[in-house]
């Protein structure tokens, strides 16, 4: 079975500080992955996600990732956090179905909740 | 394009009742994907639709279950309500079974008394 493990429940950083969010997962395969974001009340928003080829994947607010299969991990970064990036960021792994295709179960892990300090 | 967006938006309901909750899926996506975020918690898969069958389902009851329409909204029925169902529930959509990601839409507050 699919899983994801965020290893940090509350990450707190100063603006302008880099961030590092981390994101294991166990899947029997090359997995579909994803990071999510989530401000309080709200839906989520794809921050990015992997679905093959480059393992470094840029995505939208300055963020990216990394794929590394042998750690099975896909951390997420940004450079320099801004006060807005404060949020709930969610690592999820999707399945592979047949010819490729994603039959749409996302597993998410527990999340890290961002505080971002003036 | 539109967006995902979900109907209502916040729902009290009491224990034993029954509810439907509403999802008309971003322009263009035919797969439709329910999931439940309990507090503090990540969204838990419930099952998608793709071209109006179920083609996937999570570890939840049978009193949950749901519909797509032929315009790809869709439906989220829960019977037999209790208190644990009080949740945010989201909806996904996507095209052709989410190869290409999902788009979630905000979300409907369920709160169970």
């Known amino acids: ?118 | 394009e539109t967006g995902v967006t979900q109907s209502p938006t916040h729902l009290i309901k009491t224990r034993g009742q029954q509810v439907t909750l509403r999802c008309s899926s971003q322009s263009g996506h035919n797969t439709v994907s329910w999931y439940q975020q309990a507090l503090g918690q990540g969204p838990q898969f419930i099952f998608q639709y793709y071209r109006e069958e179920e083609n996937g389902r999570g570890n939840f009851p049978p009193r949950f279950s749901g519909l797509q329409f032929p315009n790809y909204s869709s439906e989220l029925n829960v019977n037999a309500l209790e208190l644990d169902d009080s949740a945010l529930y989201l909806c996904a959509s996507s095209l052709d079974g989410g190869t290409y990601g999902y788009t979630f839409g905000s979300g409907t507050r369920l709160t169970v008394v």
């Open chain 1, 1 to 118: 079975a699919q899983s994801v493990t965020q290893p940090d429940i509350h990450i707190t950083v100063s603006e302008g500080a880099s961030l590092e969010l981390r994101c294991n997962y166990s899947y029997g395969a090359t997995p579909y992955l994803f990071w999510y974001v989530q401000s309080p009340g709200q839906g989520l928003q794809l921050l990015l996600k992997y679905f093959s080829g480059d393992t470094l994947v840029q995505g939208i607010k300055g963020f990216e990732a990394e794929f590394k299969r042998s750690q099975s991990s896909f951390n997420l970064r940004k450079p320099s956090v801004h006060w807005s990036d404060a949020a709930e960021y969610f690592c999820a792994v999707g399945s592979r179905g047949a010819g490729g295709t994603s039959y749409g179960k996302l597993t998410f892990g527990q999340g890290t909740i961002l505080t971002v300090h003036p």
